[in-house]
């Protein structure tokens, strides 16, 4: 891909974002500090918007790729409005489940976007999923859009911990040929890191300018959601399905982890809490910026452990079973990091 594309694209997300933050202030767009949240001043919450104007812009000036992506830029813009009307009005969750369910209803049945298959993760056989297509994919969506949403605890971990598997995506497509989803995934990285050029915090930058918001981070989620359906499903896929699980282990490894032993304490596994692995690692007396750089190398390492089956042809059901071990390991050790004082 052109250099010209990308550069285009980190300067015209940078761009819209700095325009976009003297306007979020005046409308009152803004995430208020208090109770769990401990920066020292409202920050506006249009990352999500600036990343989608910079990916949009790019997009429309390659004939082909909007061809390609029009629906799924189309449905991100509703998933994004859903987002913002969140942001700005705090929706139920019955409300945003509902709207986040529609727009994966429409990904599957109008844009044909969905998982038929699993693969052979039990057996040498692939498990298709037949009638039940579509309502999986409509759970596996919502799956997706809530892990990358719970990461968005601190600043620059839901856009790095994207990163991580939008790389893993462009590179697996790329050595299968598929260079379009390749190029996607590329602009869209050089979009969010624009992004995290205003929100990641470094020595001379001690806040975060602008915040993704729901709007952001659910947008990413069900975009990311949508290329790995399209990498791993059809005729010639570029990586099988369990693949997607290593490429995304990180968020969803904890997600999966809060979703069982939340309800078993009684609470709602989709509440607002501090036991996510990001908070327990800031509970341990890591900085954001050590906690942030520590979760994205257990992503890297993940995504590298799955490159690494696909460069061995290992099975699916191996591969699958690995990942399993590795859920149990982190479930257990979980537990011992947010109750030991010392790791």
């Not at 919450?45 to 910079?54: K, P, R």
């Not at 968005?152 to 893993?168: K, N, Q, R, T, Y």
Request: glycine share 10%; charged share 10%.
């Amino acid at each position: 891909m052109a250099y010209f594309y990308l550069f285009s694209t980190f300067l015209i997300t940078g761009i819209s974002l700095l325009l976009l933050k003297p306007a979020a202030i005046k409308i009152g767009l803004v995430d208020i500090p208090g109770g769990r949240k401990v920066h020292r001043k409202p920050t506006p919450l249009v990352g999500g918007l600036g990343i989608f104007l910079g990916i949009l812009c790019v997009t429309i000036s390659m004939p082909g790729m909007l061809l390609e992506y029009s629906s799924l830029l189309s449905l991100s813009a509703l998933i994004l409005f859903i987002g913002t009307v969140d942001d700005a009005k705090n929706l139920s969750p019955l409300a945003r489940l509902i709207g986040h369910s529609l727009v994966a209803l429409a990904m599957a049945v109008v844009a044909g976007v969905e998982l038929v298959s699993f693969g052979a993760l039990l057996s040498s056989s692939p498990l298709d999923l037949g009638f039940f297509s579509v309502p999986v994919t409509i759970f596996a969506t919502l799956g997706v859009i809530n892990a990358i949403n719970m990461s968005d605890g601190v600043d620059g971990l839901s856009g790095g911990l994207v990163i991580v598997s939008l790389s893993f995506i462009a590179l697996t497509s790329s050595m299968s040929g598929q260079l379009l989803i390749a190029s996607f995934c590329t602009i869209m990285i050089c979009s969010i890191m624009a992004f995290l050029s205003l929100n990641f915090r470094r020595p001379w930058q001690k806040q975060a300018l602008i915040y993704l918001g729901d709007a952001g981070s659910t947008m990413l989620g069900f975009m990311l959601t949508w290329l790995l359906i399209s990498s791993t499903q059809g005729i010639t896929p570029a990586f099988t399905p369990v693949y997607a699980l290593w490429f995304l282990a990180a968020p969803l490894l904890d997600t999966v982890n809060l979703l069982i032993k939340r309800p078993l304490q009684g609470r709602s596994p989709f509440a607002a809490g501090t036991d996510h692995l990001h908070h327990m690692l800031l509970s341990r007396g890591f900085s954001v910026a050590q906690t942030v750089l520590l979760i994205l190398g257990i992503a890297l390492a993940c995504g590298g452990i799955g490159l690494l089956g696909i460069n061995l042809g290992l099975n699916d059901s191996t591969m699958f079973q690995l990942f399993i071990v590795l859920f149990g390991v982190y479930f257990f050790l979980s537990d011992r990091i947010a109750k030991s004082p010392n790791l």
